[in-house]
């Protein structure tokens, strides 16, 4: 009978209606992704940005959702996704020269923090960005047979034929240098 893979147990948090772009916040979460608990928390402490306050917020109810509700310890937790999605923006009007106005968006974002337990996530964390394998050392039996067939040569070089007499051959002729267009001027029409 075969066993059936456990889902890990996972705990999130989120805060919605953020005051701050989802392009500025998803630049800090990319910093903790895939990280445990104790360094993501240094992380955020110190990166300069407005936006990791606010993370390290969600990332603290998050700890204390799986301390209190799931009996988890929040040093053997993994920041198994940090998700900032845009929330709606809201439109504003500032008044300008000659009547006019311009508008004003204030963006707000959702800050998502999912955690997962340590053990469970293991080395192949979903979280990570993938990483390329080196291509492994052939041996050199395995390397020869692998090569293409050299073609076979012979003792008298080939001929070659150009419209070029003798001696030209010998020096090697300077390549003309590519011709560049003048640009051109903008004409008003």
């Known amino acids: 009978m075969a066993a059936t893979p456990t889902q890990p147990q996972t705990v999130?948090?989120?805060a919605k209606w953020v005051r701050?772009?989802?392009r500025k916040g998803r630049v800090v979460a990319e910093h903790i992704r895939g990280r445990s608990v104790p360094e993501a928390r240094t992380v955020l402490a110190f990166t300069q940005r407005a936006a990791a306050r606010e993370i390290e917020k969600v990332l603290a109810s998050a700890v204390a959702n799986a301390e209190a509700?799931?009996?988890?310890n929040g040093d053997e937790l993994v920041v198994h996704a940090?998700?900032?999605d845009d929330g709606p923006t809201l439109k504003r009007w500032r008044a300008r020269a000659r009547g006019r106005v311009a508008r004003i968006k204030k963006h707000t974002c959702h800050i998502t923090v999912v955690l997962a337990s340590l053990a469970e996530e293991g080395p192949s964390a979903p979280a990570e960005a993938p990483r390329r394998a080196k291509p492994a050392a052939k041996?050199?039996?395995?390397?020869?047979a692998a090569a293409p067939p050299e073609p076979e040569t012979t003792d008298e070089p080939k001929a070659e034929q150009t419209d070029q007499p003798e001696d030209a051959k010998t020096?090697?002729?300077e390549k003309p240098k590519p011709r560049r267009t003048p640009r051109r001027k903008k004409t008003e029409e």
């Open 12 to 14: 999130r948090a989120q």
């Open 20 to 22: 701050m772009s989802a």
């Open 139 to 144: 041996a050199p039996e395995a390397a020869e």
């Open 171 to 173: 020096e090697p002729a």
């Open 82 to 84: 940090a998700l900032v």
């Open 69 to 72: 509700n799931h009996g988890l």
